[in-house]
């Protein structure tokens, strides 16, 4: 199990290995974007627009390092960019959260082109204690959901740009 602290940095290959393949719950998304190209909407002055397309998301505010995340019903993160790539790669580590029994989280967004827009995978990875862990198993098919429904709104915003 990996604890995350505000002192505790990985390198990035050793976080990419936690993230596939040792944390206790991970899953992933694929959704084909049609909106052509997607820029790297988590990077830069990006992040103001999140609430206006990521449903959990009420507003994030920068940080030194990355972002403090406030979530609907009254969750927040404040979470570290490991990885910035435009156009390829998005990937964030929790430093602290408000959410009993998480210990650990991770996401990475993945894009790339096909012949009609974007295909965006966005894999999360997190811990925790018992309670949490099995909290997370059954809220699977919502997550899913929210991102499915995140995503037709991300494709508005861009298709209106």
């Given at each position: 199990?990996?604890?995350?602290?505000?002192?505790?940095?990985?390198?990035?290959?050793?976080?990419?290995?936690?993230?596939?393949?040792?944390?206790?719950?991970?899953?992933?998304?694929?959704?084909?974007?049609?909106?052509?190209?997607?820029?790297?909407?988590?990077?830069?002055?990006?992040?103001?627009?999140?609430?206006?397309?990521?449903?959990?998301?009420?507003?994030?505010v920068p940080t030194r390092d990355g972002?403090?995340?406030?979530?609907?019903?009254?969750?927040?993160?404040?979470?570290?960019?490991?990885?910035?790539?435009?156009?390829?790669?998005?990937?964030?580590?929790?430093?602290?959260?408000?959410?009993?029994?998480?210990?650990?989280?991770?996401?990475?967004?993945?894009?790339?082109?096909?012949?009609?827009?974007?295909?965006?995978?966005?894999?999360?990875?997190?811990?925790?204690?018992?309670?949490?862990?099995?909290?997370?198993?059954?809220?699977?098919?919502?997550?899913?959901?929210?991102?499915?429904?995140?995503m037709r709104l991300l494709d508005r915003?861009?298709?209106?740009?």
């Open positions: 199990m990996l604890y995350i602290s505000e002192t505790s940095y990985l390198s990035l290959p050793t976080a990419h290995a936690w993230l596939t393949s040792v944390a206790a719950t991970s899953f992933n998304t694929l959704v084909g974007v049609v909106a052509g190209s997607v820029p790297n909407f988590h990077v830069g002055t990006g992040f103001e627009q999140w609430p206006d397309w990521f449903v959990p998301v009420v507003k994030v972002y403090q995340v406030h979530l609907r019903g009254g969750g927040q993160f404040w979470e570290t960019v490991l990885a910035a790539d435009p156009d390829e790669r998005y990937a964030v580590r929790m430093d602290r959260t408000n959410i009993l029994g998480m210990t650990a989280l991770m996401e990475e967004w993945r894009m790339s082109p096909t012949a009609t827009g974007t295909r965006l995978r966005w894999t999360i990875a997190t811990d925790g204690n018992p309670v949490y862990r099995a909290a997370v198993r059954m809220s699977l098919p919502g997550f899913a959901r929210t991102f499915r429904t995140s915003k861009l298709l209106a740009a």
